[in-house]
C-alpha cells in the first residue's frame, strides 16, 4: 500500500476547502441568477406573468412624476396591469382576437408605432439650435418675448353670408362700442354668440398674433369664419414680457422638433419619388392634387402634441 507524502496530504487538504468554496460560490451563483429571473416577475394572472419591464414602460410614459412617486405608481399601474391582463385572457378565451375589426385595429396600431418610430429615427439627425440662432429667434418674435401681453378678449361668432359679412365690417367701424354693435346684432335678428377668454400671446394662433400685438385696447377686428364672420374685440390687456433666458428651453425645443418635422418631410418626399404609387378607382380622379398637395409626417400620437414648445406655453402663469 502507497501513503501520500506528507507534501502531497497537505496539498489535498488545502484543495478540499477550495473546491468546497467553489462549489459554493456557483451554487450562490446560481441562485443569485434565478432570484434575478424571478425578480423580474411582478405578478402572476392564471397562466401568464406581468413583468417589471412592462411597469417600467407604463413609467417612462408619465410626465412630471417626482421619484417619491414611482413606488406608488408602479402599484397602481400593476393593478392596471393585472386588469388588462385579466381582460385580454377573457377576449382570448372568446376568440375576439380573431375579428375582423379587432385584426384591423391591431393592425392599425402596429402601423402607427412602426411610423412613429420611422419620424423619430429621421429626427434624430437634426441638430440641435446654436445660441445665436436662440438668440436670432427671440430677436425677430417681440411680441412673442420681449413685448409679450396677457390678452383678454370678446370674442362674437356671427352667422352671416357673404353679401352681409360688408354690413357687419360696415356697422363694426361705425359703432362708438362693442355693446352698441351688439344691439345692432340684435335687432337685425342676426344670429350671434359669444365668448370671453384671457390668453397670453403663445396661446394665440402664430399668424395673428402679429395683428393682436399692434391693437390697442377697445379695439376690434373682424375675419371671416366657416359660416359668417368672427368678430375679436380686445377688451384689455397687460404687458408681461419673457427675457432671453427664460425663452431658452422653449425656443430651443421649438426650433429642433422644426428642424426634425423638416427633415421627416423632405425624406418622405424622396420615399415618394422612388416608390411606386399608383391610385385606383375614384381615388385616380383626385391623384395629381394629392401629389401635388404638401407632405406631411406621420400623425406620432403624443409626441406630435409637443412638437410646438412655444404655442403650448412657456410655463409662465398668466
Given amino acids: 500500500m502507497k501513503f501520500p507524502l506528507p507534501e502531497a496530504r497537505s496539498r489535498a487538504r488545502l484543495l478540499l476547502p477550495l473546491a468546497a468554496l467553489s462549489l459554493a460560490l456557483t451554487l450562490s451563483a446560481c441562485g443569485e441568477k434565478k432570484d434575478q429571473i424571478v425578480s423580474q416577475t411582478a405578478a402572476k394572472v392564471n397562466k401568464d406573468e406581468i413583468t417589471v419591464h412592462q411597469i417600467n414602460f407604463v413609467l417612462q410614459q408619465q410626465r412630471n412624476l417626482r421619484p417619491e412617486q414611482t413606488d406608488g405608481a408602479s402599484r397602481q399601474i400593476l393593478e392596471r396591469l393585472v386588469d388588462q391582463q385579466l381582460a385580454v385572457q377573457k377576449a382570448e378565451e372568446l376568440k375576439l382576437d380573431r375579428d375582423q375589426r379587432v385584426l384591423q385595429q391591431l393592425d392599425a396600431s402596429r402601423r402607427e408605432v412602426l411610423a412613429r418610430a420611422y419620424v423619430e429615427r429621421v429626427g434624430d439627425a437634426a441638430a440641435k439650435p446654436t445660441p445665436e440662432e436662440v438668440k436670432k429667434y427671440y430677436d425677430e418674435k417681440p411680441a412673442l418675448f420681449a413685448e409679450r401681453r396677457i390678452y383678454s378678449i370678446q370674442e362674437i361668432a356671427i352667422e352671416a353670408t357673404p353679401e352681409q359679412q360688408q354690413e357687419l365690417r360696415t356697422q363694426l367701424a361705425a359703432a362708438k362700442n362693442i355693446n352698441e354693435f351688439v344691439e345692432f346684432l340684435k335687432a337685425k335678428e342676426y344670429r350671434f354668440s359669444g365668448n370671453q377668454a384671457v390668453r397670453a400671446a403663445e396661446q394665440l394662433p402664430m399668424n395673428s398674433l402679429e395683428a393682436f400685438s399692434r391693437m390697442k385696447d377697445g379695439q376690434a377686428g373682424i375675419v371671416p369664419s366657416a359660416g359668417g364672420v368672427q368678430v375679436v374685440v380686445l377688451a384689455g390687456s397687460r404687458s408681461q414680457p419673457v427675457n432671453e433666458e427664460q425663452a431658452r428651453p422653449a425656443i430651443e425645443q421649438y426650433l429642433l ?34 401629389a401635388a398637395a404638401r407632405v406631411e409626417a406621420p400623425a406620432t400620437g403624443a409626441s406630435a402634441a409637443d412638437a410646438d414648445a412655444i404655442s403650448k406655453g412657456l410655463g409662465l402663469k398668466k
Wanted: aromatic residues 6%; glycine residues 6%.
Fill in 257 to 290: 422638433n422644426e428642424r426634425k418635422r423638416k427633415l421627416v418631410e423632405e425624406d418622405l418626399k424622396s420615399l415618394r419619388s422612388a416608390g411606386k404609387i399608383e391610385y385606383v378607382g375614384k381615388f385616380a380622379e383626385s391623384a395629381a392634387s394629392a
